[in-house]
């Protein structure tokens, strides 16, 4: 037979078991509105919302922008971390807002959100990407291939696949470039995501083209730009070891063995 509680607002007070707690969580937002009366210059905007310890970043937004204030304007897509749009400054660091609990940055205090830096602002959060793709297409993102169309698949061993492996994880988030000094205070510089794209092709196997893309990068602001301060490595969502690519292509710029 059950025992019954001796005061049954006692048990209404328990917190049910697996539960998740809530917290309060204030967002320091960077705010850029070109339409409105802050005319050019950007201002900081305050949102206190209610999270529990599973939200990230990136739902914390959502409920601003759902609740609070509907022109609270930032990218988005899979908010799973793959596609690479929601790329911020948070608490000064480059991160996706994706894969950013809030309790891992110290949600007692306001955390600040601001939009990556040396790329132009459009509105709030949201970037002008286009300098950025276009170094990308730059180097030829893609397989250059001499002779005919094969009749069958070009094959490759695991060990030659291993030699490019990492920088195949790059989504193109710009987290690493907008993280570079060099690129912040010079707009021509091809930035590390570009040159990370053509290491993944140059130590491929299979292409032909990376005498092309070598000659590319040995543009004065090309590979030889890097200062190597390791702040694209750090801020790279992705965990590549992006230094050490650049490093690479700079070996191969020398002694042109790839």
Known sequence: MTALAENPADTAAQPEAGAIPSFEVTLRVRRYLPESEHGQDSYWDEFTVTAHGTDRVLDALHKVKWDQDGSLTFRRSCAHGVCGSDAMRINGRNRLACKTLLKDVNPDKPITVEPIKGLPVVKDLVVDMEPFFASYREI????????????????????????????????LCAACTSSCPVFWNDGQYFGPAAIVN?????????????????EILNDKEGVWRCRTTFNCSEACPRGIEVTKAIAEVKRAMITRAF
Request: glycine share 4%; aromatic share 8%.
């Open 140 to 171: 030829m993102p893609f397989l250059v291939t001499d002779g005919h169309t094969p009749t069958k698949e070009r094959l490759q061993s695991a060990e030659q696949r291993e030699r490019f492996d990492d920088t195949t994880k790059c989504i």
């Open 198 to 214: 053509a290491h993944r092709f140059i130590f491929d196997s299979r292409d032909d083209g990376a005498q092309q893309r070598l």
